[in-house]
């Protein structure tokens, strides 16, 4: 998996935006959130990013919780051994 761009957060799409939109509280909707991620410039340095950190919670790269955490238990490839970048 490619690294993030250096300074991507400066152009996220979601900058303005409510970041409990982009929590959810248990059985909210990340509906709104997924839609801002999709016009959303750096959503693969994004994507890449919450990988890389072994994010959990939370919408990130237009991926849910649940996206991830299935991407990650299907032994995605990131070309260094599964080892995130920054740690
Ligand atoms: S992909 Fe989504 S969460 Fe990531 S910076 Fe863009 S809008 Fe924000």
Do not use: K
């Amino acid at each position: 998996m490619a690294l993030p761009r250096p300074g991507w957060w400066t152009e996220a799409g979601c900058i303005d935006a409510d970041p409990e939109l982009f929590y959810p509280p248990q059985g909210g909707s990340p509906r709104v959130a997924l839609r801002i991620c999709r016009s959303c410039p750096v959503s693969l340095d994004c994507f890449a990013y919450s990988m890389a950190r072994g994010e959990i919670y939370g919408v990130w790269g237009g991926t849910t919780e649940g996206d991830r955490r299935r991407l990650r238990a299907g032994g995605l490839r990131t070309g260094n051994g599964g080892r995130g970048h920054h740690g």
